[in-house]
């Protein structure tokens, strides 16, 4: 009688599984079974490798069954950022990226690693359905959950410090590469598809005392953004802080990249803010110049008079006037005006322009007078 008992040993890196076999070889005896006589021998036999059934997910990521995490994640990133459809119109871009975020969520968590390299893929499906009930089944959660929600504008084509070129493949992709639009489901199709949103522009009223002083404005807007999962939408409210220098001109542009609204088809939309001069009951600007308008009486524009002119930064400046004052004539108080944008520690002109009131009537008898008085003008 022969017994065989054979004990699987642990499979090698070099991928071979050795088994150990003990063989019993036990005497046939019609005597008491102490008088049998028994030889045993035992000796290490190469066993064929158990493929395992299924997808091979190493394979997949690239990765050999020795790998760490480390080493997964990166390849993962890799390849998610290979074959995403937003950027791979390749047919079966699809479906491996979806192949990519299933071999990732197996070979990251330890139990249903182990039970792959025990059973292969069938062991998964099989196994009480480990991993069925815990995969989500959507490639696009998990790549945003790996990539912590970060805005697919920035993932695909931002250049963070230290990365490799390897880990950004996109980066020879024009605009004009990158295809998907929204279908039916609200999810993404293949398609033209812009890349950003057009930039909402906003006017932006300031005073002249804001311009002459500068100041922040607090402007608190509305938008739409991407959930984590990369497909709806929520709306939060955002305060952005607007920075107004001195002397900054009416017409200025002030941007905020990427604050806007977002979409599953294009990333967010900038922001522009039109800097508009509010409208001041004394002065007209012009450049980096004030316009203030002196009213003054006829007698006065022809006697002489002293005008006092109110400043921007509410002093008053004496301005005296000798001579003759034509109506529509102008003065100027050097370095009253506005900041200059370029160099705010000087300032143009405060521009001072006349208007003379003449009288609706003159007395037959002041009439007289004036003619005499004038008569050699």
């Not at 158990?50 to 993962?76: H, M, Q, R, T, W």
């Not at 990539?147 to 230290?162: C, P």
């Not at 001041?280 to 022809?302: D, F, M, W």
Request: glycine share 8%.
């Amino acid at each position: 009688m022969v017994l065989i008992w054979t004990q699987f040993g642990v499979k090698h890196k070099n991928g071979n599984v050795k088994c150990k076999v003990r063989v019993m070889h036990r005497g046939d005896s019609s005597g008491s079974s102490s008088s049998a006589e028994s030889t045993r021998s035992e000796q290490d036999v190469p066993c064929l490798p158990i493929k395992p059934a299924g997808k091979d997910f190493y394979k997949v990521l690239g990765v050999s069954p020795e790998s760490n995490e480390d080493e997964i994640k990166k390849a993962y990133r890799k390849m998610a950022l290979k074959f995403h459809p937003d950027k791979n119109s390749d047919a079966d871009a699809e479906d491996r990226f979806k192949e990519i975020a299933e071999a990732y969520e197996i070979l990251t968590d330890p139990k249903k690693r182990s039970i792959y390299d025990q059973f292969g893929e069938e062991g998964l499906k099989n196994g009480g359905n480990i991993f069925r009930s815990n995969f989500h089944g959507d490639p696009h959660s998990t790549f945003s959950s790996f990539f912590n929600g970060s805005d697919h504008f920035d993932i695909f084509f931002g250049n963070e410090e230290g990365d490799d070129d390897l880990f950004n493949p996109f980066r020879r992709f024009t605009f004009s590469h990158v295809s998907g639009s929204a279908g039916p489901d609200g999810g993404l199709r293949k398609g033209p598809r812009h890349l950003q949103g057009e930039v909402v522009v906003h006017d932006l009223l300031v005073t002249l005392e804001e311009v002459m002083q500068g100041c922040t404005k607090h402007v608190k807007i509305t938008r739409s953004r991407l959930n984590p999962d990369g497909r709806t939408l929520r709306t939060e409210e955002k305060v952005l802080n607007v920075v107004v220098k001195k002397g900054w001109k009416s017409g200025t542009k002030i941007t905020f990249p990427r604050e806007g609204d977002e979409t599953p088809n294009s990333a967010p939309a900038d922001i522009t803010f039109i800097l508009r001069d509010q409208e001041h009951p004394q002065y007209k600007r012009e450049g980096s110049n004030l316009v203030y308008t002196a009213k003054i009486t006829l007698k006065e524009a022809l006697c002489g008079c002293t005008v006092n002119v109110p400043t921007l930064d509410n002093r008053m400046m004496p301005l005296p006037c000798s001579d003759v004052i034509k109506p529509g004539a102008v003065r100027r108080l050097r370095g009253e005006g506005l900041p200059l944008p370029k160099s705010p520690s000087q300032r143009g002109d405060l521009v001072v322009e006349f208007q003379v009131a003449f009288p609706d009537r003159i007395p037959p008898q002041s009439r007289e007078i004036i003619k005499h008085s004038l008569a050699q003008c």
